[in-house]
């Protein structure tokens, strides 16, 4: 993304991120069939294909249409089945039903995209300083949208290959980012009672979410400088973690039953051995990294089996900006205790961007730091990501906490 | 199929046999992209990979597997995956799932196509006598079987296309089958009273089902000539047919208000005129056309709305035996009002063929004839087709009939 | 119910009659408390209050509201509360939620019950000939219907109770009917093939889907001549029945699995003995009773497991009226594998009483024969009782049979 | 309950709190048939008659059981049928099933009240310092679970008799508390930033998740003086706040569209006059009056169109601390922006009453106050109830805030 250091000129910062994010979802796309790229596996997750289309979409629907005069779109019909939730764009295609879409066919979508991108490109290009002012936030929500987009096409693409029995590689030479110090519950930071500053309140890019900045009283707080690892894990489940109710909220217990949980997602016990399913195929857990694909009711079960809490939000973004912690980012997101809410002063922004974050504020728990699927510029301390407490599919995992009132 | 009348070498007439009915299956797959072969709409259809690796699998597990000196599976986990439902012959991948097999690709599946037929094509031809005669049979079920997914094929992939708002063609340049005489409820044959032979009996192919032959009291029955035709259906429909809970099984009303249903399947208002998808696209409804797509219910509640009934399957075997009916193949299978049963004597036989259709026998609707997807071959008086009485993904029309004690 | 060799006066007849089958209804409600007659365990249940009431409705909606000069009903919101499933007698009250009615309260509907009992008894001693002949249909049909709901009364307080941990007896003093010549599997009686009458085309009471009669060609059939016993069902058991998927039909198999069967309904294992909950409490399973509370489905798989099949429910019809088997009434309901379905040139009659049985001829099997549950005159050899096949909350049992085609 | 103030000997103390409130629940359920005891509405509600019988178990459970010497349970099969939720405390009968416990009866239950009513006052009577020391906390838990249980012995009847179409009243002199001073959105008090104490600190009892008390730093906050009115409400209503989807969150968009809401819970247009259904029956909804039995979803909506935000649990505790607001208690409670989740350095106590409130600390929104239902001495500042925010059931209504950050 854009620095306020680049000295550019504007129009080719602008240019050489829109190249650099365009790119990567079609290097994160390659590996793939067309097979591949049509399936969906469950509501949660979208096709390969629907997100290259998607985001593309997002350019069309919210900068070329407005901005770009004489702009025709690529086909009248994609509107309606690449727009995902935008009320205020427009009907959308069944959020379930995205699987069924073989036509425009994966080769077209490759069309789509070109064809968007040429206007895009053109669009920035030749755009006088007025117009670039407005369009720059727009090119860079989209790119940012894009962006989790890309995090998305690997998380959805992992959990399809997961059903099919043969358990094929998305890419058989991918392994799991070089572990640093993960240290499992080893170690701690203490940091004291203060007030701190939360939030963006700085120049570069970011969701309406994260503002506004503000003030909060942070309690006495010890934060573990590593990450839970799957030996820990694995300690956890042979003490009968997943067997007593005793450890778990209400609703996490029902999902242990329901869905007959007994370790973590993708993990399958062969001749005796525990493997994970991975981007890589299938492997042998390694005991010394980080646990990965625990839902918010695992990590919770497991923070109380292990004495401690899982962090604030507000305690994570802290102890980030302090540098802290290890392998806070780029491994595993890490689950808060804290529940996906407005920051005080918070508005939604009028018309279809402002559905981006603030309605989906309730019912979810805030994750905290950034994955391994995360692009390169997608990360920052006040990034606040959220899903729903049973959900384990994405590269989700756990870092320990302790308050003091 | 294999007709008694040829003379040539038993080898050659199976050879033909054999090259016919694959080909026509790769016939019917070769319109459809990598994409359109892989997607599964419901758990009652499958996806077009499926059928050509299950019908594959079908022949390496029923034929080659045991007299195929030395054969080697071209896959060993290729039966887990392609088996549909033969408990006897081990475990299978679960049902609604099928959509998500990206791998083997398309591609793969063409392979495993050809080595198995590569395969049964030296199995026979350097058969002996002896084993001809013990091969025969089992190729012949396993070409028969193999016709009936050839319809299936057509059914699924029309349903999963028309869940894509594109409404895309199969095949543009398809069209309904030309009318011989559709004469809707005009015109009617009465047969009298009488013993009759139903079931069958000869020499040439049938499924287990349609024996023990046995002979019934067929009452007096009136049928009729043609087939209900869409006018008839409009008619039906604007006297508010499908508005009256009087004219409905109660089942078929609780179908109605659960679906929604106000049309035939794949019929669409558009613009104030009835419009149906087919596997030409989308096109105007033709009134002299045969209705096409409807449920048991639906054809229930019209034959109460006409005063009429359906006809019993005997009565169908009967008037089809002595040629009194129009249009009784080859356009749109006709629900019967018999309920699929075993006939008196009729025992499965042991063993995984055994489960063919015996297992099938309770909560489902016989149907008689035949479609324009039934390929060639694969028609006779004898035969029962069976489904639940809300499905109507089916080519599934209309006969009316009437019965006096 | 009225005999035509009673030679009193047709009013008494009537009058009898009628006190007769409402006494009757009033004497299984007396064991039961009010919160005994409120609830209701399932949807296909109903509460026995319920019951008592919809009886009465059924008399002011079908024969005082059209027939008693000044009649006013006795709440005009019953209607409503009252009517099951008669669409054009208006709507009706949610099906699943009949057990939320609290008030009218149990004595409300006992005064219900004599208003209505009142007016139905100076109705009928006060009609002059012509009237009685347009009443004696309606009364019996009235009677009749109240008679079916007495037989539901016992099926539905026995489920209800069934679900309180405490297992509280219907009636402690209750016992299952004297077994008279209860001989499992071990003795057959041979039918030759034939045409035989089936139906009932007599004189006294039938509902309409008892008819038309008319002749049919019965196959040669055995017939067992004792019901399977509960020492039978236990070989069955112990043999791995309920583990075997080969011997079950498809749907019976899901039912299997998704109800965790392994024995009949009311069943449980307690200190390794095999106790059954009946109208009396729980009880040790006796070996040489009938085996009771069994769907079709399980039926179906024991007769498999038997290496014979149900008898039709022509061939029961028949071996009843020849009297060949024991136990054919009053015990045990018994399934037979014909689905049940319309008598050739059967028409429902119009209006709200022709919704008493057509609209349920699919997706159901037939019964024959009688339970202890059902009342006395309510039994003859021509009645169909149906219901799906994966039920079993009725006394149902099994009787095996076999054919020749 | 008890009150420090209070100079009477502890044991008196104690006895009249215990006579109070169990006196309470007696009353609340007095209105009541046996039939209307019995039922249960939804597997979120519970029957009168368990409720009753439940907070008894309570003390047989959690005081008798360890500290009476001697004490025989009063039947030990009812610890099974009225534990509810509490894994520590042994297995319990099946939520949903709750309503078809028809024994022990309304009487028993009765005499388990006054069994336990006796042995509870013989032990307190009769306690000696320390034994009373450590009773004291117990029977104070005993007695706030007794009340709590009270507020939902009318939410749970009230639902139950909505069902009934007869819309029966719990009792016809019901009447909505006066309403003081009711003022809608007009009046707003405002609360400069600052750090405040949150919790419960001090000697009267609290639940352990109102603590640890903690400081936290409070925003600039704006609150409502009075509560949202009907008025205020239909204003919403007649703005098309109920078909806008750009005022929802997305899964309160979903709730509305699943359920059909178009109106609070119980309120039914008759004659084109809005009614709502309430403890005294139907009648008219009355325009001063607070808005009630709405989810968060809808409160969080109205405020959206309100251009104001709920208040957070903290900001509420301030201004009542402050006396800051009308009608804060004793009429609805009122739904926070706040998630329900642990105050920093939060434990669940060991053992089953940890159970309490801890395991319910996910997917819950926090309401504030206490309502018309809350019993008398059950009400404080630092009270936290919660819900999901789909459920409106409760007695629950809306205050509108907002925050400067």
Request: charged fraction near 20%; glycine fraction near 10%.
């Amino acid at each position: 993304m854009p620095r306020d250091t680049d000295r550019r000129d504007p129009r080719a910062r602008l240019l050489a991120a829109f190249a650099t994010v365009r790119t990567e979802t079609e290097r994160r796309a390659a590996p793939l069939s067309d097979e591949e790229q049509v399936i969906q596996s469950m509501a949660d997750a979208s096709p390969i294909k629907w997100h290259r289309a998607h985001t593309t979409w997002f350019f069309e629907q919210f900068i070329l249409a407005g901005h770009a005069p004489g702009y025709r779109p690529f086909d009248d019909r994609f509107s309606f089945l690449f727009n995902s939730y935008y009320v205020a764009a427009g009907p959308r295609h069944e959020r379930p039903k995205r699987g069924l879409i073989t036509r425009p066919s994966v080769a077209e979508v490759g069309d789509y995209r070109a064809f968007v991108d040429a206007a895009m490109t053109g669009l920035i290009a030749d755009a006088d300083d007025t117009l670039l002012e407005t369009l720059q936030p727009l090119i860079e929500i989209g790119l940012n949208h894009e962006q989790q987009h890309q995090e998305l096409m690997l998380t959805d693409i992992l959990h399809a290959l997961s059903h099919n029995p043969l358990l094929p590689a998305y890419d058989a030479t991918w392994r799991m980012p070089g572990k640093r110090r993960v240290s499992g519950m080893s170690e701690v930071t203490e940091m004291p009672e203060g007030i701190q500053r939360i939030g963006h309140g700085g120049t570069g890019f970011a969701y309406d979410n994260e503002g506004p900045a503000h003030r909060v009283l942070l309690p006495q707080t010890r934060i573990g400088s590593g990450l839970v690892t799957n030996a820990d894990w694995m300690a956890f489940m042979e003490a009968g973690g997943y067997q007593d109710p005793m450890l778990w909220l209400s609703e996490g217990w029902a999902a242990v039953e329901a869905g007959g949980w007994d370790a973590p997602l993708y993990w399958r016990l062969k001749d005796g051995v525990w493997h994970s399913f991975g981007l890589g195929g299938l492997s042998i857990v390694e005991p010394e990294a980080p646990v990965c694909h625990v839902s918010y009711y695992e990590a919770d079960a497991f923070a109380r089996f292990a004495g401690r809490s899982l962090p604030t939000e507000q305690a994570f973004e802290v102890a980030a900006g302090q540098q802290l912690m290890d392998d806070a980012f780029g491994i595993v997101w890490q689950w808060t205790r804290s529940a996906y809410g407005a920051y005080p002063g918070y508005r939604a922004e009028p018309g279809a961007l402002g559905e981006y974050n603030g309605k989906f504020m309730v019912n979810q728990m805030v994750l905290r730091g950034s994955s391994l699927a995360t692009p390169d510029g997608h990360t920052r301390p006040t990034y606040r990501n959220f899903f729903h407490p049973h959900q384990r599919w994405q590269f989700s995992g756990v870092r320990l906490a302790d308050e003091t009132a």
